[in-house]
T-cell receptor, first 112, second 113 residues
């Protein structure tokens, strides 16, 4: 089954404690993205990657890092999380030729 | 970036057709019109997309105005499972634009039994 998986699905952490949210897709897609969703602000793109070792900033990249060492994986790294990064995070992927983005189930992060 | 305007919410009765409008008066020639929906507690899900001609798939139909300044997503028979937030999104297919989707506020569709 074609899918995007994220782990963990729920995470509560404290300010400053580094964390990584993993994202993996099994469709051999070139494009992968991270979005955050906040009430009243909709979905906003954090980072995206057009292929292995190629990443670029989206609309709200501050406080986040990403890496793309393998085609299937695109982890989101918060080196020093802060409470304003409390949000619902979605990973997505799509092929170079395709128009359909596949989204993961979401990771709800709370930073206290 | 060209923006879209959608009503905040709409209501429909189960088994009836639903027409969800979207205005995009500043659309450019290289913008595709995409529709996604987000069911409660889930990630967004692709519904349909088009450029100039009307499009049909198993989920919905997309009607695009001749001047491309507006479009309508049509659900032919709404079910309770169609209750979701529907997003109308413009996506530039230019190479340097990457593959970004810019989500607006969307339309919350409520379906009454």
């Amino acid at each position: 089954e074609a899918q995007v998986t994220q782990n963990p699905r729920y995470l509560i952490t404290v300010t400053g404690k580094k964390l990584t949210v993993t994202c993996s897709q099994n469709m051999n897609h070139e494009y992968m993205s991270w979005y955050r969703q906040d009430p009243g602000l909709g979905l906003r793109q954090i980072y995206y990657s057009m292929n292995v070792e190629v990443t670029d900033k989206g609309d709200v990249p501050e406080g986040y890092k990403v890496s793309r060492k393998e085609k299937r994986n695109f982890p989101l790294i918060l080196e020093s999380p802060s409470p304003n990064q409390t949000s619902l995070y979605f990973c997505a992927s799509t092929s170079l030729e395709g128009y359909e983005q596949y989204f993961g189930p979401g990771t709800r992060l709370t930073v206290t | 970036d060209a923006k879209t305007t959608q009503p905040n919410s709409m209501e429909s009765n189960e088994e009836e057709p639903v027409h969800l409008p979207c205005n995009h008066s500043t659309i450019s020639g290289t913008d595709y019109i995409h529709w996604y929906r987000q069911l409660p507690s889930q990630g967004p899900e692709y519904v349909i997309h088009g450029l100039t001609s009307n499009v049909n798939n198993r989920m919905a139909s997309l009607a695009i105005a001749e001047d491309r300044k507006s479009s309508t997503l049509i659900l032919h028979r709404a079910t309770l499972r169609d209750a979701a937030v529907y997003y109308c999104i413009l996506r530039d297919v230019g190479y340097n634009a990457g593959n970004m989707l810019t989500f607006g506020g969307g339309t919350r569709l409520m379906v009454k039994p």
